[in-house]
Structure formats: structure tokens, C-alpha cells
């Protein structure tokens, strides 16, 4: 079981910046995915970015080019650079792990997600 806490969320002007970070108490290097996701009101939950184990990272077409992933596996935390911050940014934002491993006879592929409680994010226009 890992558990997660994010922290750096708060309110900030439109243009602003804001750098959160998600810190793991178990090795995050052996999970195949670290991603953030938000959730507005009244919308379903999205994917922001991910990092893979390799460091390849992908982010959403809403926040490509101002948003940035990165992780420390020595400090099992993963952060999330927003910069010039919209109004439409505002959310929660969860920090998620993801661990897929093979097991049996068959090769079934099992994945566990783990979650954060969210942080919130508040951008004024």
C-alpha cells in the first residue's frame, strides 16, 4: 500500500504560477506510471500528466506548454509546474500511482492505482 499527500495548491491570479508536489511513503520507482489528474466542479475527472518510469511524460492538449511533470525517486515525490495559470485550471488535483505487474500462469497483467486526497486549485480571473 502507498499512500499520498499532496501539498502547493492555493489561489492564485490568472498568469501566475504554482508548483505542487506529491510525496509517496513507498518507493515510487516502482510504480510504471505517476500522473496528476484534477476534477472541476460538476466534471468528471481528467488526466493533466503522467511520467512513465523511463521519464517519458504526456500532458493534455489543456496544459501542454505551461504545465510541467517531473519526479524524484530519491525523495519519492512528483511535482507538477503550472504556470500562467487560467481560470479554467481551477480543480482539485490528485496526485495517482499506478503499479502493473504480470502474474500466473496466464500472464494476467494486475494494476493498482493509488490516490491522494487532492489539493486544491483556485486561479482568478
Known amino acids: 500500500q502507498v499512500q499520498l499527500v499532496e501539498s502547493g495548491g492555493g489561489l492564485v491570479q490568472a498568469g501566475g504560477s504554482l508548483r505542487l508536489s506529491c510525496a509517496a511513503s513507498g518507493s515510487i520507482a516502482n510504480m510504471n506510471i505517476m500522473a496528476w489528474h484534477r476534477q472541476a466542479p460538476g466534471k468528471q475527472r481528467e488526466l493533466v500528466a503522467s511520467?512513465?518510469?523511463?521519464?517519458?511524460?504526456r500532458y493534455s492538449d489543456s496544459v501542454k506548454g505551461r504545465f510541467t511533470i517531473s519526479k524524484d525517486n530519491a525523495k519519492n515525490t512528483v511535482y507538477l509546474q503550472m504556470n500562467s495559470l487560467k481560470p479554467e485550471d481551477t480543480a482539485v488535483y490528485y496526485c495517482?500511482?499506478?503499479?502493473?505487474?504480470?502474474?500466473?500462469?496466464?500472464?494476467?497483467?494486475?494494476?493498482?492505482?493509488?490516490w491522494g486526497q487532492g489539493t486544491q486549485v483556485t486561479v482568478s480571473s
Open positions: 495517482n500511482a499506478r503499479r502493473s505487474v504480470v502474474v500466473g500462469p496466464t500472464a494476467e497483467i494486475k494494476t493498482d492505482d493509488y
Open positions: 511520467i512513465g518510469s523511463s521519464r517519458t511524460t
